[in-house]
Structures are given as structure tokens and as C-alpha cells.
């Protein structure tokens, strides 16, 4: 069964930390781009970071660049997203995608052949 399951979210203090994790099953998670994404309450799904497969190069969206990272893990079929600084702006569900030609892109989902079923994040004080 091919799945995607996200897990790491909760409630955080702002300037603290999170690590989110992706992990796959039913497919090699390698060979894919992997992508996060975040919805707000009232507010339009948005990319946060991705990873490509085919030379690992990585994007941020300018609202998380310098505090989030993305990484791979092979061995263990998941991908990470380090949240650090955290605002109350980051408060949203987070959702990791697959991306099955492996490029990865934010600007929009319909390439991502898989989705999970997301992780709440919550800063607040």
C-alpha cells in the first residue's frame, strides 16, 4: 500500500523548534522529489520547501528561507523538515507530497503523485 505519513507537528513556543518527518511506504521515497506544504486556517495551501531526486537540490519559500531545511533520509525512506525560529505566522497543517519525476516545484501540486495526511503545527505563546 503506497502511503505517506507525516508526523512531528505540536505545539511550540515562538523562536523554538520542530522536526517534521515523512515517511514512505510502498515505494522508494529516493527516487522522488518530496515537497511540504502548509494551509492556514482561511488562507490558500502554500509550498514551503522541496527536494529534488535527481541531484538533491533544495528550494524555500522566502516566508522560511534561513530557518527551515529540508534533508533525506535514503535509509530510512523519509524526509525531514527542520522548523527553527518558529513564528505564529508558521501555524498551519503541513503536508508532505511526492513527486514522482523527481524535478519538485512550490509553485503547484498537480505534479505530486502522492500526499499525506498532513501534521498540525501550532506557535503560540
Known amino acids: 500500500q503506497v502511503q505517506l505519513v507525516e508526523s512531528g507537528g505540536g505545539l511550540v513556543q515562538p523562536g523554538g523548534s520542530l522536526r517534521l518527518s515523512c515517511v514512505a511506504s510502498g515505494f522508494t521515497l529516493e527516487y522522488y522529489a518530496v515537497g511540504w506544504f502548509r494551509r492556514a486556517p482561511g488562507k490558500e495551501r502554500e509550498g514551503v520547501s522541496y527536494?529534488?531526486?535527481?541531484?538533491?537540490?533544495?528550494y524555500y519559500a522566502d516566508s522560511v528561507k534561513g530557518r527551515f531545511t529540508i534533508s533525506r533520509d535514503n535509509a530510512k525512506n523519509t524526509v525531514y523538515l527542520q522548523m527553527n525560529s518558529l513564528k505564529p505566522e508558521d501555524t498551519a497543517v503541513y503536508y508532505c507530497?511526492?513527486?514522482?519525476?523527481?524535478?519538485?516545484?512550490?509553485?503547484?501540486?498537480?505534479?505530486?503523485?502522492?500526499w499525506g495526511q498532513g501534521t498540525q503545527v501550532t506557535v503560540s505563546s
Open positions: 507530497a511526492a513527486d514522482g519525476s523527481g524535478i519538485g516545484t512550490l509553485k503547484d501540486w498537480s505534479p505530486y503523485d502522492y
Open positions: 527536494i529534488s531526486s535527481n541531484d538533491g537540490s533544495t
